[in-house]
């Protein structure tokens, strides 16, 4: 990977893919399901927002553009169930789970069991993207010269494994071991990375609330007392490092690669887990080869700034101290001070100046606002706000810069 920072994207000012669904929109995806409405109707009211939302975002001054993630049901979209080897199963035994996956333990505490999942079946294999034609639609909505500047979320590589129980991810009699498994889904991701490139993309930021449920002393604890498992925790977070790594071998030196980092972001603005980055911080920035960290840093839950110091000069941070869970505006001096004191740590652990630190930060919501499409315990104009709010405070610490 070429030691340069990769700029534009990102931007000084970003969100994290999610936006909220109109009415509208939600009450036609209900029809749809129900058998009410055809196919047709449904597409032309998602295509109409994604159109209005682009040009919102562009309003208020963004330059990486989602389409808010607003032909998913949930923030992964359609990418495991598209591939050959894998298959949707209904009402699933609740005992395939980890029962101290933070959002699997999340569920059961409440009385529920996840209701359906996507499990591996038989050999892996990419048989056509279900990205691509969600980003060619939203390039025809926007400039031809902005098209680079798009951005489409993708599901993490490790989504389908961490959730499920030791031997119980993928059969045995198709995958021998964990390394042969994570290769076939590396495969896919390189496929699915080429046709998206191949069609203009080049921006692209993997979803991943995985990588901090390794943060959290409670799913450690139950990993550690879990007889089933045969490699530590810390052995698996280096095979998750060492997926991501084989799946973007590959990209193109001008292919911008983000991955989002944060504790669950489900209905009603809850999250799953709590913890700082400090005991995955040297591995996470160090080891995986991504240009940016999208990181949640909203609250005291994801711990404080310090191990930013392990950040490398030729990467980029996003630092998301506004929240998207609540619409309570956050004071922006206070934000914009916070933002100084990361600078200042990554700026000591590469003993540069605070404002060259500056020069590998921008600002965020710290997750989307609708990872599910009933969307967050906030409204249209509290998202606005929000969105507003990280902007301007993107234009007082970095002037003149998108």
Not at 336 to 346: H, T
Request: hydrophobic share 35%; with cysteine; net charge negative.
């Amino acid at each position: 990977m070429a030691s340069q920072l990769h700029h534009n994207p990102p931007f000084r000012a970003e969100h994290l893919g999610s936006l909220l669904r109109t009415n509208e929109l939600l009450r036609t995806k209900t029809a749809f399901e129900q058998g009410q409405v055809p196919q047709t109707d449904l597409v032309a009211v998602e295509d109409k927002d994604i159109k209005e939302i682009a040009e919102t975002q562009k309003k208020i001054g963004y330059a990486a553009i989602s389409d808010g993630e607003y032909r998913r049901h949930m923030f992964w979209g359609s990418f495991f169930p598209g591939l050959d080897g894998f298959d949707e199963v209904k009402d699933i035994d609740a005992d395939v789970f980890r029962p101290y996956a933070p959002d699997v333990a999340a569920f059961l505490e409440a009385g529920n069991k996840p209701g359906e999942s996507v499990i591996c079946t038989g050999k892996i294999k990419h048989v056509g993207s279900t990205y691509v034609d969600d980003f060619k639609y939203l390039a025809s909505v926007v400039p031809p010269e902005e098209v680079k500047n798009l951005k489409i979320t993708l599901a993490a590589p490790n989504w389908y494994h961490l959730r499920y129980k030791e031997g119980k991810a993928y059969p045995k009699d198709v995958y021998a071991s964990d390394d042969e498994y994570f290769g076939d889904i590396a495969k896919a991701y390189q496929e699915e990375l080429r046709i998206l490139y191949d069609a203009g993309c080049r921006n692209v930021q993997f979803d991943d609330p995985n990588l901090a449920y390794f943060c959290s002393e409670k799913m450690l604890a139950g990993w550690k007392a879990d007889p089933l498992n045969v490699i530590s925790a810390d052995e698996t977070f280096e095979k998750y490092i060492k997926q991501y790594n084989d799946l973007l071998s590959k990209r193109p030196a001008d292919f911008h690669v983000g991955v989002h980092i944060c504790r669950g972001n489900f209905v009603g603005s809850r999250h799953f887990s709590e913890g700082g980055y400090d005991r995955i911080a040297t591995k996470l920035f160090r080891e995986l080869n991504v240009d940016t960290y999208y990181l949640e840093y909203d609250t005291p839950r994801a711990g404080g700034f310090e191990p930013l110091k392990e950040l490398p000069k030729h990467k980029n941070v996003i630092l998301g101290v506004v929240t998207s869970k609540f619409a309570q505006l956050e004071d922006k001096e206070e934000m914009k001070k916070r933002i100084y004191d990361a600078a200042k740590i990554i700026a000591e652990g590469n003993h540069i100046s605070v404002e060259e630190a500056l020069k590998q930060v921008g600002v965020s919501p710290q997750c989307g606002f609708a990872s599910h499409r009933e969307g967050n315990a906030i409204d249209w104009d509290g998202m606005i706000a929000k969105l507003k709010l990280v902007r301007e405070i993107a234009n007082d610490i970095w002037p003149n810069e998108l």
